[in-house]
C-alpha cells in the first residue's frame, strides 16, 4: 500500500514539476517552436515578432504580433503571408517533438500574396519532397508532395486582404475583407470551409469540404463539394477533384441577376438581355482538365425564359474563353433583342416608329468560339421564325450566323447575316427566300396588312447603329423581289386606274416582280410590273424603312376594255405604313390618257400650215420631198433664173 502511495505521490511531484516548467516556459521559446515546426514543414521561413504571450488554460496557446511567412525565392514582392497579430493553440506533445496538432489558430488582418512566374512557377506549392522552394522539380525527379505534419482543429482568419498575379499575363486580381474558418482536425480526413469576401460590389460567400485532405495534398482525386452565393444567386459543384486542378460532378446554378451576381465576383459592366442570361438556373455534368479545359455534358440551362440543352466544351488559356458548343433551344424567344415601339414618331411623321433604345452588345466580347443553334421556333419581336438551324462563329465581338435552314412564313431562307460590335455596331448579310407568306411576313415586319401573296427573292444589306431606330434609317443595299397570284386588299387598282374611283375594294393580280436598291434607310425601286387580269402596271417610288413611310405610284401601260380603250390613271400611294393616302394622280392621268389627242392635233396643225403655205408660194411637192424641200428648190430655181438675165 506505501509503495502505491509512493506511486501516486511520484507521479504528482512529477505532474507539479511539468506543469511548472510549462508555466515558466518563455511565450517567445513556443512561438520560436511553432515558428520552426511551419517551416520545416512548408519549406518556407516563418518569423514571428512583438510581444509574445503564452496561455497554459483552457489550452496550450501562444499570441504574437506581427508574422510574415517567406515567399518563394524567385519573387521579389516581399514575404507571401503577412499579418497583424497571429494566435495559435497547439497539442502539448509538440513540445517533446512530433507532428504539430494545432487546436485552434487565429490570424487578424493579413495580407497575401498568391504569384504564377511567366515560367508557371506558382509560389503556393508548400511542402514537397525533392522540390526547391521555386516549385520545380530537382534532377528530374517527379514532384511528390510531402506529408505535412499538421492538423488544424480550427483556423479562423479575419480581415485578409488576397492579391493575385500572373506575371505571364500581367492580369492581377484583388480580394478585400476576406474572413474564413477552415476546421482540418485529421490529416487524412475532411476539411470543412466558411469564407466570405467582397472582389466586386457586393458580398460573396464560399462553404464546402474537401474529403480525404491527405491523399488530396499527395495529388490524389478526391470528394469535394462547394457553394459560392453572391449578389442574390448561387452556384454549386459537387463530385472529385484533385490539385492539377482537376474536377468532375454536378454543376448547379441559380442565379436570379446575373449582372449582380458577376459584379459580386468583380466582373461587372455585364448587363445580358431578358431570356438571354439575365438571370440562369440549370445544371450540367462538368469535367475540369488542366484547369484550363472544361467540358459540359447534359447540359440544361434555364435562361429567364429561354431553355438550352445540349454539350460545349470551353478553353480558359486565352485572354478571352474559347467555345465549342451544340445547343437546342426548343421555343427561343429574342424578342427583347429588337421591335417596334410607340414612343415617338419617325421622320416620316408616323405615329409609330422603331425602338430607339440603345443595344447593348457588350456580350459578343466575352468570348470566342463556334456555336450549331437548333430551334423549334424563334421568335425575333416583329419577325416569327419556325424551325431554325444555324451555326454562330464569334470572333472578337463579331457574329457570323450562317442561316442553314430558316423556315418562316411558310417558306425558307438560307444566307448569312453577321452583328459586328468590334467598331460600333453594324448588321449586315445576304440571304435568299422562297415561298414566303407575304401577307403575314409584311403585317410583322412593317405593319402593311393589305398585300397577299407567296414571293421569293433575295437582300443583301448593311446596317450601323446602336438602335434599331439608327440600324433602320441607315438601311443600304439591294435585292429582288418575284410572286405569284396575289391579293390587295382595301384598293381595286383595275377600276381605280380606269375610272378613278377610291372608294375601296379589292386587286386580285396574276405575278409582280421588283428589284430595289437601299439608301440612307429608304427603298428605291423603279422597274416594278404588277399583271392584272384586265391591265398591266408598272411602279416605282420609294420606301422609307427608317421614317416607316412610302411614296409610290402604279402607272397603267396597257388597257383591255371589251369595246373600248378606257381610262389610263395612275395611282400614288403616299404617307405612314399604318395610313396611307390612296389617290388618283389627275396631273398624270391627263398626260397619260389626252396624249394621243394631243399628238393628233399637232399633227393636223402642221398639215393645215404646210397646205396653206404651199397654196401662198406656190409650192407642190415631189413625191418624197417636203414642204421645206420643195420651198428651198423653188427658191433655188428662182435664183439661177435671175442669174442667167444678168449676163445675157
Not at 156 to 184: C, F, K, N, P, S
Amino acid at each position: 500500500m506505501r509503495w502505491i502511495v509512493r506511486l501516486v505521490g511520484l507521479v504528482v511531484v512529477l505532474s507539479a514539476f511539468m506543469l511548472g516548467a510549462l508555466f515558466f516556459l518563455p511565450g517567445e521559446r513556443i512561438a520560436r517552436i511553432a515558428a520552426e515546426q511551419i517551416t520545416r514543414a512548408t519549406g518556407r521561413t516563418v518569423t514571428m515578432s512583438g510581444e509574445t504571450r503564452l496561455s497554459l488554460y483552457p489550452i496550450l496557446g501562444v499570441s504574437t504580433g506581427a508574422v510574415e511567412i517567406a515567399n518563394a525565392d524567385w519573387s521579389d514582392a516581399g514575404p507571401m503571408l503577412r499579418a497583424e497579430s497571429f494566435k495559435v493553440g497547439v497539442d502539448p506533445r509538440v513540445l517533446w517533438g512530433g507532428d504539430i496538432r494545432i487546436t485552434g489558430l487565429e490570424v487578424v488582418n493579413p495580407e497575401i500574396r498568391l504569384e504564377r512566374a511567366a515560367d508557371g512557377r506558382v509560389n503556393w506549392e508548400l511542402g514537397v519532397e525533392g522540390v526547391a522552394p521555386s516549385g520545380q522539380a530537382e534532377g528530374g525527379a517527379p514532384a511528390r508532395s510531402a506529408r505535412l505534419g499538421l492538423t488544424l482543429d480550427r483556423a479562423l482568419v479575419t480581415g485578409a486582404r488576397l492579391v493575385h498575379v500572373d506575371h505571364g499575363t500581367g492580369a492581377r486580381q484583388e480580394i478585400r475583407d476576406l474572413d474564413l474558418d477552415l476546421r482540418w482536425p485529421d490529416y487524412d480526413g475532411t476539411a470543412t470551409l466558411e469564407a466570405s469576401f467582397r472582389r466586386g460590389g457586393g458580398l460573396v460567400r464560399i462553404s464546402g469540404h474537401l474529403d480525404e485532405v491527405g491523399a488530396f495534398l499527395d495529388g490524389a482525386v478526391t470528394g469535394v463539394a462547394a457553394t459560392v452565393s453572391a449578389g442574390g444567386g448561387t452556384v454549386g459543384f459537387a463530385g472529385r477533384a484533385g490539385p492539377r486542378p482537376e474536377a468532375r460532378g454536378r454543376l448547379d446554378l441559380d442565379i436570379g441577376d446575373t449582372g449582380a451576381f458577376l459584379a459580386a465576383l468583380g466582373l461587372g459592366g455585364v448587363d445580358l438581355p431578358q431570356g438571354l442570361g439575365r438571370s440562369a438556373k440549370g445544371r450540367a455534368d462538368v469535367t475540369v482538365t488542366g484547369g484550363t479545359q472544361v467540358t459540359l455534358r447534359d447540359l440544361v440551362l434555364g435562361l429567364g425564359g429561354n431553355t438550352l440543352t445540349g454539350a460545349a466544351d470551353l478553353d480558359l488559356s486565352g485572354t478571352v474563353p474559347r467555345f465549342n458548343a451544340q445547343i437546342d433551344a426548343g421555343a427561343l424567344d429574342l424578342s427583347q433583342m429588337a421591335g417596334a415601339d410607340t414612343t415617338g414618331s419617325g421622320s416620316g411623321g408616323s405615329s409609330t416608329g422603331w425602338s430607339r433604345e440603345p443595344i447593348d452588345a457588350s456580350a459578343l466580347a466575352l468570348a470566342n468560339g463556334e456555336l450549331a443553334l437548333a430551334a423549334e421556333s424563334v421568335n425575333l419581336g416583329d419577325l416569327k421564325l419556325g424551325r431554325t438551324r444555324a451555326v454562330m462563329v464569334l470572333d472578337r465581338s463579331r457574329a457570323a450566323f450562317d442561316l442553314r435552314e430558316v423556315r418562316a412564313y411558310d417558306g425558307l431562307v438560307t444566307g448569312e447575316i453577321v452583328v459586328n460590335n468590334r467598331a460600333g455596331l453594324s448588321v449586315g448579310g445576304s440571304t435568299r427566300a422562297e415561298g414566303i407568306n407575304l401577307e403575314r411576313f409584311l403585317a410583322d415586319a412593317m405593319g402593311i396588312t393589305r398585300f397577299a401573296a407567296s414571293g421569293s427573292g433575295e437582300v443583301s444589306f448593311l446596317g450601323t447603329g446602336n438602335s434599331v431606330d439608327a440600324i433602320m434609317n441607315s438601311l443600304s443595299g439591294k435585292g429582288s423581289i418575284a410572286t405569284g397570284r396575289g391579293v390587295i386588299s382595301g384598293i381595286d387598282l383595275d377600276r381605280l386606274m380606269r375610272s378613278g374611283d377610291v372608294t375601296g375594294g379589292t386587286t386580285i393580280f396574276d405575278a409582280m416582280s421588283a428589284s430595289f436598291t437601299m439608301e440612307n434607310g429608304n427603298l428605291f425601286n423603279q422597274d416594278l410590273v404588277l399583271r392584272l387580269p384586265m391591265a398591266r402596271a408598272e411602279g416605282k417610288g420609294r420606301v422609307g424603312l427608317g421614317a416607316r413611310d412610302i411614296d409610290y405610284l402604279f402607272t397603267p401601260v396597257l388597257l383591255e376594255g371589251e369595246t373600248s380603250r378606257g381610262l389610263a390613271i395612275p395611282v400614288r400611294i403616299r404617307g405612314t405604313w399604318e395610313n396611307p393616302r390612296i389617290t388618283p394622280d389627275l396631273e398624270r392621268a391627263l398626260d397619260l390618257n389626252l396624249k394621243a389627242e394631243r399628238e393628233e392635233l399637232e399633227k393636223k396643225a402642221e398639215e393645215k400650215i404646210e397646205r396653206e403655205v404651199q397654196e401662198r408660194l406656190g409650192v407642190k411637192p415631189q413625191e418624197g420631198q417636203s414642204t421645206q424641200d420643195a420651198i428651198q428648190q423653188k427658191l433655188e430655181d428662182k435664183a439661177v433664173k435671175k442669174l442667167r438675165k444678168l449676163f445675157q
